[in-house]
Nanobody
Framework: QVQLVESGGGLVQPGGSLRLSCVVSGISINAMNWYRQAPGKQRELVARITSGGTTNYADSVKGRFTISRDNDKNTGNLQMNSLKPEDTAVYYC?????????????WGQGTQVTVSS
């Protein structure tokens, strides 16, 4: 049985920091993505880390967010610094597991991040 537990969201002032975590059990993570969805907007990819450690970021978060993974703990993290009001959204982890040519997508329950003074 696959379980994903997200944590770390909350309310923070502009310029502040938060660290999101996604603990995964039941599968081995190949790639880990973090998405976010703001009210009235489409879900967007924020950051991605591959099994080899290659990272990619949305232009809007480059230099402020850092994605990482702990393979021993089967956990993905998203460190968010210099937060802005426009970062306010529900953040979702999306671990991926590869089975030959098939990619299995799993989704966390989402965690609210609110950046406001």
């Amino acid at each position: 049985q696959v379980q994903l537990v997200e944590s770390g969201g909350g309310l923070v002032q502009p310029g502040g920091s938060l660290r999101l975590s996604c603990v995964v059990s039941g599968i081995s993570i190949n790639a880990m993505n973090w998405y976010r969805q703001a009210p009235g907007k489409q879900r967007e990819l924020v950051a991605r880390i591959t099994s080899g450690g290659t990272t990619n970021y949305a232009d809007s978060v480059k230099g402020r967010f850092t994605i990482s993974r702990d393979n021993d703990k089967n956990t993905g993290n998203l460190q968010m610094n210099s937060l802005k009001p426009e970062d306010t959204a529900v953040y979702y982890c999306n671990p991926q597991s590869y089975d030959g040519d098939v990619t299995w997508d799993y989704w966390g329950q989402g965690t609210q991040v609110t950046v406001s003074s």
